[in-house]
T-cell receptor, first 117, second 118 residues
């Protein structure tokens, strides 16, 4: 069975600090997809990134970057120069290709990020 | 704005009652997914419909059912409600999946319906 672990329940940082959110996953499948979603206080789930298991290239998008390491089954998310607007709960999720749909997601328990001035 | 519309945004009802949550997917998306977010269970996949047919099932209770209509909107029906059913219910949609295991895109989520059972 697939599983996603986000060991950090809550992180507090001061604005402009860098912060890394950890995500470790378990799957028996060789083809799978990893995701990060953001849930701000307003409650909606905002898609941030999708990565497939064959692409271990790290990705950077503005202040966000993702480090995918198959050897350690990790897909960590770093926010550089954090801002108050980054305060939210961040979810890592996994989907196995053999389920027939990559959008049947198994979510981690989330990491609440609090950025203060 | 993800393009996925869920109504109502909030719902308060009594135990034993039945409610219907509605979801309109993004234009062109054939797949609709329902997720439940509760304090004790976290975010859980409930069920997926693809072009009107049930495609995948997760931890959905027998008291819950869903359907997808010809216009592709979906409804999640929750009956014999219990206090523990209080949660945020999300609908998500994604593009057509041309091949099994080869999705076109990720799922985009609606703003959710917050259900409170009292």
């Amino acid at each position: 069975a697939q599983k996603v672990t986000q060991a950090q329940t809550e992180i507090s940082v001061v604005e402009k600090e860098d912060v890394t959110l950890d995500c470790v996953y378990e799957t028996r499948d060789t083809t799978y997809y990893l995701f990060w979603y953001k849930q701000p206080p307003s409650g909606e789930l905002v898609f941030l990134i999708r990565r497939n298991s064959f692409d271990e290239q790290n990705e950077i998008s503005g202040r966000y970057s993702w480090n995918f390491q198959k050897s350690t089954s990790s897909f960590n998310f770093t926010i550089t120069a954090s801002q108050v607007v980054d305060s939210a709960v961040y979810f890592c999720a996994l989907s196995e290709a053999n389920t027939g749909t990559a959008s049947k997601l198994t979510f981690g328990t989330g990491t609440r990020l609090q950025v203060t001035l | 704005d993800s393009g996925v519309t869920q109504t109502p945004k909030h719902l308060i009802t009594a135990t034993g009652q039945r409610v219907t949550l509605r979801c309109s997917p993004r234009s062109g998306d054939l797949s609709v997914y329902w997720y439940q977010q509760s304090l004790d269970q976290g975010l859980q996949f409930l069920i997926q419909y693809y072009n009107g047919e049930e495609r995948a099932k997760g931890n959905i209770l027998e008291r819950f059912s869903a359907q997808q209509f010809p216009d592709l909107h979906s409804e999640l029906n929750l009956s014999s409600l219990e206090l523990g059913d209080s949660a945020l219910y999300f609908c998500a949609s994604s593009h057509t999946e041309r091949n099994l295991g080869q999705p076109d895109t990720e799922a985009f989520f609606g703003q959710g319906t917050r259900l409170t059972v009292v």
